[in-house]
């Protein structure tokens, strides 16, 4: 029966019909495995309908039972890549990839899995490579052209954009140029190809919702409307729909309406700010505060954000350890820190040994951060750690300079270049301080992530990281020791 509905189109919902072709597939797959159970292509079906699914636990259990059988099948390879991509796993997503490439050098799928990675963390001249081999390995599969397209229009050269999507003629493609125009706020263009989108397929929800946020900056709220209505009947859970119905309420002051959408809108979605803050700000302005029930915007991390501040982190705590380790055997080694402040030779062949160690290990975190890649949204995050690690470094450098001198030399030229150095030395540490201060208030605002589980994951047990953290205050103690001791001395604060 599945069959026939396809054999005599029945249905003209390309979305339907795809979804049937997969449940012939997987009914066949069954069949298959039922004669034999290690039949690896029978299991490549079954993945296969499973990731069309979005079942992705499924496909990857299915796809790995495959690769076991015969692992040389390209397909299964870049099958699994897609759902490891889908379950925010980027790094084995890109180990499959590149695998199923090996086997076929003209897999355009795996090229644009690959891709599709580049393009998140944002290496664009990447991205577009990646897609331009896809599109040379499948030249008559218009899909890979328009991801070429959302390639550009993310880079935001809207001008490649436009020229890409133009090349094909398809609902999706004809839909990113709506996106493409209605980005440059050319509404107008946007409207065209948004409609003739729909003309193509007129079961996909998001050229109604679109078209709907273009009547609203048009003021045809009646026409808006309908449009709205129309992707939340495709769509039920479309929480951008809901959104604006809900602007299109209170630009015609029913409060109650609007909030009742933004509210609908939030539950759907529970990282949508704006949704928050219009019911919010609806609820205060008519005294309701007592009757406001929303939980605060959780910011979840995605699994591979989640990957990526687990590996951070694990960095953050190699750095952490190795200034420890640094300052206690300067404390060791220097008398409680009495020759820090003067020439001797004993306290500055030891401070130069700690330094020179502490910064061959800042130079490896350092290689090892600009390896990490980071996801879209920790760009500025990533940024900020290597700046302050870059400052450290340098800092490191000239501290090194400095003992250097003071071995062979004891004239005012050594005391001078040491206070200037301090004060690097301040600046680098302040960076280092603030990052981390950022990092963990940042971290303390996500629900799904403890401090305890990262520190876990990053390979600390939770008695490691006591014992850390009394071997910190004790030599906090240590070196108010030191302090005391100078001061008692005569020695100025400075």
Not at 44 to 72: D, G, R, S
Not at 264 to 277: E, G, H
Not at 294 to 307: A, G, H
Request: some cysteine.
């Amino acid at each position: 029966n599945y069959e026939k509905v396809v054999q005599y189109g029945l249905f003209d919902d390309p979305n339907f019909i795809a979804d049937i072709k997969f449940r012939i597939a997987s009914l066949k797959a069954e069949q298959l495995l039922a004669k034999n159970s290690n039949n690896a292509n029978a299991f490549l079906m079954v993945a296969n309908a499973a990731l069309h699914n979005e079942q992705f636990k499924q496909a990857e259990k299915a796809f790995i039972k495959a690769l076991y059988l015969n692992k040389n099948i390209a397909s299964g390879h870049t099958g699994l890549g897609l759902t490891f991509l889908q379950q925010g796993k980027p790094f084995n997503a890109e180990d499959e990839f590149k695998e199923a490439l090996k086997l076929n050098s003209r897999d355009a799928e795996a090229y644009m899995g690959l891709a599709t990675l580049q393009k998140r963390r944002l290496d664009y001249p990447l991205a577009i490579s990646y897609a331009q081999k896809a599109i040379n390995s499948a030249p008559n599969e218009s899909k890979y052209r328009t991801e070429l397209g959302k390639i550009y229009l993310d880079k935001q050269d809207f001008s490649r954009a436009i020229t890409e999507l133009n090349k094909v003629n398809t609902a999706e493609s004809n839909y990113w140029l709506g996106v493409t125009y209605l980005t440059q706020s050319n509404d107008s263009e946007a409207k065209k190809y948004f409609l003739k989108s729909l003309g193509q397929n007129p079961y996909d929800a998001r050229p109604y919702k679109d078209l709907g946020k273009i009547f609203i900056n048009e003021g045809e709220l009646f026409e808006a409307r309908n449009y709205l209505e129309d992707a939340i009947g495709l769509d039920t859970n479309y929480a951008d729909a809901y959104f604006l119905l809900g602007v299109i309420d209170e630009m015609e002051g029913d409060k109650i309406l609007a909030a009742n959408n933004f509210i609908i809108s939030y539950t759907i979605d529970p990282t949508s700010v704006d949704a928050y803050k219009k019911a919010y700000k609806l609820f205060e302005a008519e005294g309701e505060m007592d009757k406001f029930f929303l939980p605060r915007p959780k910011f979840v991390p995605n699994e591979e954000e989640r990957e990526y501040i687990i590996k951070l982190f694990y960095i953050i705590s190699l750095r952490n350890k190795a200034q420890i380790n640094y300052y206690d055997n300067i404390l060791t080694h220097c008398r409680y820190g009495l020759n820090m402040l003067s020439s001797d030779y004993e306290g500055l062949y030891a401070l130069r040994s700690s330094t020179a160690n502490l910064l061959g290990k800042t130079k490896g975190i350092y290689t090892e951060s600009l390896n990490l890649i980071p996801p879209k949204r920790f760009v500025p995050v990533h940024q900020q750690w290597l700046d302050a690690l870059w400052w450290d470094t340098n800092s490191l450098y000239k501290q090194l300079y400095v003992y250097e001198l003071g071995i062979y030399s004891t004239n005012k030229k050594y005391q001078e270049i040491k206070e200037k150095v301090n004060n690097v030395v301040q600046t680098a540490e302040g960076k280092l301080m603030t990052f981390n201060n950022d990092l963990i208030s940042m971290l303390n605002k996500w629900d799904s992530i403890s401090l305890d589980e990262v520190l876990t994951a990053s390979g600390y047990d939770i008695k490691e990281i006591k014992t850390l953290q009394e071997k910190s205050n004790a030599v906090t103690e240590r070196t108010d020791e030191a302090f005391a001791i100078l001061s008692q001395k005569g020695y100025s604060d400075k």
